[in-house]
């Protein structure tokens, strides 16, 4: 079957399952697309899996200047380091668009806690509407790793995290609080090297070993957008 099948509903979380990782990439680019029209406030996330729904996301939708894109997390790098979500950001989605976003970024210049800080009080005030994650091997998701103290963050919008995966760099967060009250929470991920973290994250009980299984929108959607590879052990 070619395109997204009709989405499936796990503990909570809307299951939209695709055959590869093109067509999971263009599901996501087409739900960012969408919030973009409508001048949307949204969280995207780093990494290699985006990549290509940001590219497409362009394509989709040339005028962005409706919108606020803040990042989920981001390495404590300068914004021309590779490994910076910044620098990802401008190569796909803002050198695609006619018109960009009012983008904000983590002030990495600062030290991890005082970027952090700033970071939070940036977000003081932000009601979040799409929250794009991806998720990790180890079943992080933003920079949230498996029982690290961050968890347990209730009172901040952002914190600083240290890395539980190369590379080993200090990071900032938005905490799993403000991330849940994104109005949709969507979870893009694809590939045989997530079916576990996919199974641990969407049908095991909840745990602070597995992040994103502690990440639902408190008041509105979550989804989870996955390729057959990714979705393998879901059953």
Known sequence: MSGAESPSSLDGVEIVLVDDAEEAAAHAASLLAEAARAGATIALSGGSTPRRAYVLA????????????????????PAEDERANARLLRETLLAGVERAPRVHLVPTELSPD????????ALAGVHLDV??????????????????PSLEVTERRAVAADAG?????????????????AA????????????EPARRAFV???????????????????????????AARLA
């Open 58 to 77: 362009a394509g989709l939708e040339p005028d962005w200047s409706g919108a606020d894109v803040w990042l989920g997390d981001e390495r404590c790098v």
């Open 114 to 121: 005082e970027a952090a800080l700033a970071y939070d009080r």
């Open 131 to 148: 929250a794009l994650q991806g998720l990790g091997g180890d079943g992080h998701t933003a920079s949230l790793f498996p029982g690290a």
């Open 165 to 181: 995966l190369e590379p080993w760099v200090p990071r900032v967060t938005m905490t799993l609080p403000f991330l849940a009250s």
């Open 184 to 195: 949709h929470v969507v979870f893009l991920a694809v590939g045989a090297d997530k079916a």
């Open 204 to 230: 095991d009980p909840p745990s602070p070993e597995t992040p994103a299984s502690l990440l639902r929108s408190r008041s509105g959607r979550t989804t989870a957008i996955l390729d057959r590879a990714a």
